[in-house]
């Protein structure tokens, strides 16, 4: 007799999606491999995703929902599933930053998530060696689907020049995230500016923060360290937090010339060639 794992709802959201999954499978009928054939994916796939062995993508959600035609049921669920893959104590920051009304935020190292390319993400979460790789990636990329809702935040982004000439997972990856940032020229509700060495010392020397504002909460400033972040609403904070913000703004390059600046690295860095006022040459 072939063995059934046994699923408890009510341990996370991936065991819930998998309970779902194979009870919404079991009353249409269907076996591991017929459904597989449907979803153009193999019969093992389902029953690893039904097992909590593997993390379920948005795209496999929404082919399940119209097969098993489940009102859009586990699209609705995905979301809860892979936020549940970020790391613990970055959980609460993601819930606060996907209801936020306006993000202004500094980085000095890589680029902001909500920026990242699939690729580019890649390579930055495999520096702490995690174990569920796929499954942070699916889950930082989730994340982003706050940029394509109706009401989207105004999101604010002074990038550190660093982070255009550091080589994460090499030219081509880079390649892709700088034409990436280059497109963003064009969505109203991004302004992105980058921070020039000529600088020099500047207001926020001691590293990257985020601002979040919201409609009917307090502003919140977050930071990160080695193996945590932290959130605060104390208004000296933010006050503190929004005039060093302002600072790095002053300081930085216009939009204009920022996107000039990238183009300038891409090509002289990293091997793409562009043409002022054109859309990279791929």
Not at 97 to 103: G, L, Q
Not at 124 to 141: E, H
Not at 184 to 204: A, K, M, N, T
Request: proline share 4%.
């Amino acid at each position: 007799m072939v063995h059934v794992r046994q699923l408890d709802p009510t341990a996370s959201p991936l065991d819930y999606f998998g309970y779902e999954l194979r009870r919404k499978r079991e009353e249409a009928g269907l076996t591991l491999k017929q459904l597989g054939s449907v979803l153009f994916c193999s019969g093992s796939l389902i029953g690893q995703i039904e097992t909590t062995l593997k993390v379920p993508t948005r795209e496999f959600a929404e082919r399940v929902d119209a097969a098993l035609v489940t009102d859009g049921m586990f699209s609705r669920l995905v979301g809860l599933v892979l936020r549940s893959q970020l790391p613990t104590w970055f959980q609460p920051y993601a819930e606060m930053e996907s209801r936020a009304t306006y993000i202004s935020t500094y980085q000095c190292q890589v680029v902001y998530g909500l920026l990242q390319t699939e690729e580019y993400a890649r390579a930055v979460l495999a520096t702490g060696q995690p174990a569920n790789l796929d499954a942070q990636v699916a889950a930082r990329m989730e994340r982003q689907r706050i940029l394509k809702r109706t009401r989207l935040p105004l999101t604010l982004v002074v990038l550190d020049e660093a982070v255009l000439h550091r080589p994460i997972g090499g030219s081509e990856v880079m390649r892709g995230q700088l034409r990436h940032l280059l497109s963003l020229r064009d969505e109203r509700w991004i302004r992105l500016q980058v921070l020039p060495f000529g600088v020099g010392e500047h207001v926020s020397l001691a590293g990257a923060f985020n601002l979040l504002r919201f409609d009917d909460d307090p502003d919140i400033v977050y930071t990160e360290d080695l193996i945590s972040g932290h959130m605060t609403a104390d208004t000296e904070t933010i006050r503190e937090g929004a005039l060093r913000y302002a600072g790095l703004q002053g300081a930085a390059l216009s939009v204009e010339d920022s996107a000039e600046l990238i183009k300038g690295v891409l090509e002289e860095r990293y091997g793409q060639h562009t043409e002022t006022g054109q859309r990279p040459v791929a």
